[in-house]
């Protein structure tokens, strides 16, 4: 099959940017179908550590075609700055990476008005990372957005004014002051989207099945996670794209039929940033332990990540509504000191044991665990499957018999070649 997608199956931060750096080779493109600069996706390399937030992560390879599909929302002055940052580093991203001339614009006001809702919601703030995502797929759905098409119109800046100036009513309404703010943000804006007029603006869904006839092969990249879904995710506490397999189809204009692998990032404990349900959120000090030894800062707003064990509840429902082909399993080794690992198993939701994700954000789940035994042992030196410690295979062994599905790769640390590859 030509098309692969790779998506993380947690709250996010699984390690994607990593595995799709580690892929790449075996794919002519890397496609980003949803989210914007919400996503931070890390990868590393000769001693150097990278952060793309709307670029994809197949972008240093520079045989390689990068796209980021019309399902995404794009910052012009977020996507400068990390063009800036590629071109330091030597590379000529005009080359090898286009752009769909069908995905929206994140405008200034939009984070403006990203930042107003949340203030407003007090304490039942989703806890955006406040970069207008939400506010832009919302115009997007109002059909009052802009696209990267417009920047080519001669009615751009009247299509731009108006949008402006409803945003304002809105901010107005909201009582949040923009005056200092805005008439800078605004320039700043303009003069990025020089930038962005210098890329391909392409028609994904054209060039990608030209592609597929041509017998070029395509990995499709998503950011967020499975939880985090506007559908499937604990709404509200979601982000505001298809974070799940389905997304890839409609963010790249993809045929369904071409689809091949469905590769899931799942990270070895979990970790979420923001509000939202979290059962197996650990306040303790292992909690702890997880976020420091597992540099669990975010990479795009550098929140504290909270932390937690695994949780296969969730983790099988993941599994379920994407089609999971292959799990990729990341970070593994920050646990390397600990005696027991515990990975959730079940629910206890009203006094009632389920193996089912709870639809109300607001219900009071109970984790029960199943204890296993720690490796204790540093296994980020490890190059083969044959050289991990039984007890990490058997947790290995557990997790592929639970969900009935492979761990083809296994991550070992932030490096390319801290990856291992089981046949
Ligand atoms: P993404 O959003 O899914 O791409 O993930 P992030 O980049 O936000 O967060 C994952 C973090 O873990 C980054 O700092 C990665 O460099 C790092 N990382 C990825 N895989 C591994 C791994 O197997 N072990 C360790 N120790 N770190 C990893
Ligand atoms: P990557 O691709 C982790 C979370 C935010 C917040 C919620 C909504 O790096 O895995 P938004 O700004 O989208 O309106 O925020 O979603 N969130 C992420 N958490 N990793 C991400 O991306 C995230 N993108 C959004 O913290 O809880
Ligand atoms: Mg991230």
Redesign the pocket.
């Known amino acids: 099959m030509k098309i692969d997608i790779l998506l993380?199956l947690q709250?996010?931060?699984?390690g994607?940017?990593k595995i799709v750096d580690v892929v790449t080779p075996n794919y002519d493109v890397v496609a980003r179908f949803q989210?914007g600069p919400?996503?931070?996706?890390s990868l590393e390399f000769n001693g150097i550590r990278h952060v793309l937030h709307i670029i994809p992560s197949g972008i240093f390879h520079k045989d390689k075609i990068n796209i980021i599909g019309n399902g995404v929302v794009i910052d012009p002055v977020i996507f400068e700055e990390e063009i800036a940052a590629l071109v330091e580093m030597g590379l000529t991203p005009t080359d090898n990476l286009y752009i769909s001339k069908k995905a929206h614009l994140i405008l200034p006001t939009h984070r403006l008005l990203?930042a107003a809702y949340e203030s407003k919601k007090g304490n039942a703030k989703?806890?955006?990372?406040?970069?207008g995502?939400?506010p832009t797929y919302t115009d997007k759905t109002a059909r009052t957005g802009m696209r990267v098409c417009d920047i080519f119109s001669p009615n751009f800046q009247d299509k731009y004014d108006n949008l402006i100036a409803q945003h304002k009513e809105i901010l107005d309404q909201y009582h949040f002051d923009y005056s200092e703010r805005l008439p800078e943000m605004d320039k700043k804006w303009h003069a990025s989207l020089e930038t962005l007029r210098k890329f391909k603006a392409i028609d994904s869904e054209y060039v990608l099945y030209d592609y597929i006839k041509e017998g070029k092969t395509v990995l499709a990249e998503g950011?967020?996670?499975t939880l985090?879904d506007l559908e499937f995710g604990a709404y509200p506490?979601?982000?505001?794209s298809n974070t799940i397999a389905a997304g890839a189809f409609t963010g790249l204009g993809l045929d369904p039929h071409f689809a091949g692998k469905v590769i899931g990032i799942v990270k070895a404990y979990c970790t979420?940033?923001?509000?939202?349900p979290f059962p197996t959120e650990l306040f303790d000090a292992t909690g702890n332990q997880l976020r420091e030894q597992g540099n669990e800062y975010?990479?795009?707003?550098g929140?504290p990540r909270r932390c937690g064990w695994l949780d296969l509840v969730a983790l099988k429902y993941a599994l379920m509504i994407n089609g999971i082909t292959d799990i990729a399993l990341t970070k593994a080794d920050v646990m390397s000191n600990f005696d027991t690992i515990n990975i959730c198993t079940a629910y206890r939701v009203n006094g009632e044991v389920t193996t089912q994700m709870p639809t109300a954000s607001d219900v009071e789940i109970e984790p029960i665990y199943t204890p296993l035994q720690g490796w204790k042992e540093d296994i980020s030196q490890c190059k083969t499957y044959e050289e991990l410690p039984q007890a990490f295979k058997d947790y290995i062994q557990f997790i592929e018999d639970q969900t009935n599905t492979k761990i083809s790769i296994v991550s070992v640390g932030p490096d390319r070649d801290a990856t291992i590859f089981r046949s």
């Open positions: 993380g709250w996010g931060d699984e994607k940017g989210g919400n996503a931070g996706h990203d989703i806890g955006s990372t406040l970069k995502i939400g950011a967020q996670g985090l506490f979601v982000t505001s979420r940033v923001g509000s939202g975010g990479a795009t707003t929140r």
